[in-house]
T-cell receptor, first 113, second 110 residues
């Protein structure tokens, strides 16, 4: 089964600083990859998803971006963080069909101060 | 737009006190309904997938059921280790995303 490596586990960044969160997947090839954000009281919000290398779909307009330089690598970035970017960021993958279950990473707790 | 509503937002039970969590959904062409368990500070852990009305799945003290409008997660004789947030999600239409509810925070007291 798939294993998702996500780091760091915790991150504290000042407003206006850049961000790079990395996610790598083991145990599957050509997965669909996802970035979710979980904020208190809002549930899981899909930010980006990718069905292949270089293919990124954005769900929410914001100052975040995503890239998929390799088949099993997914990166979430920002040039300048906002206070509202604070939250719990989760990387997830599934095997290729939308009805396939998602596997999640362990998450990154981002605090922007 | 797909929508998922979970109730109650929080539920406190005594050990051994059975109950149910609800997930109501609206989706264009349900492909699957998913239940996850999430512990504090961790990513969600997959529990069940249900595909069609009438389907049921069981795992230890948990049983998930599905109708055309909602799903229930029944917890029989819960233990303190069942304390967690339970998330419901649906997939539908032709896109690749799951739509999640806000979850139910379950606390089981010894």
């Amino acid at each position: 089964s798939q294993t998702i490596h996500q780091w760091p586990a915790t991150l504290v960044q000042p407003v206006g600083s850049p961000l790079s969160l990395e996610c790598t997947v083991e145990g599957t090839s050509n997965p669909n990859l996802y970035w979710y954000r979980q904020a208190a009281g809002r549930g899981l919000q899909l930010l980006f998803y990718s069905v292949g290398i270089g293919q990124i779909s954005s769900e929410v307009p914001q100052n975040l971006s995503a890239s998929r330089p390799q088949d099993r690598q997914f990166i979430l970035s920002s040039k300048k963080l906002l206070l509202s970017d604070s939250g719990f960021y989760l990387c997830a993958c599934n095997a290729g069909q939308v009805q396939e279950k998602l596997f999640f990473g362990s998450g990154t707790q981002l605090s922007v101060l | 737009e797909d929508q998922v509503t979970q109730s109650p937002e929080a539920l406190r039970l005594q050990e051994g006190e059975s109950s149910s969590l609800n997930c109501s959904y609206t989706v264009s062409g349900l492909r699957g309904l998913f239940w996850y368990r999430q512990d504090p500070g961790k990513g969600p852990e997959f529990l069940f997938t249900l595909y069609s009305a009438g389907e049921e799945k069981e795992k230890e003290r948990l049983k998930a059921t599905l109708t055309k409008k909602e799903s229930f997660l029944h917890i029989t004789a819960p233990k303190p280790e069942d304390s967690a947030t339970y998330l419901c999600a649906v997939s539908g239409g032709s896109n690749y995303k799951l739509t999640f509810g806000k979850g139910t925070l379950l606390t089981v007291n010894p």
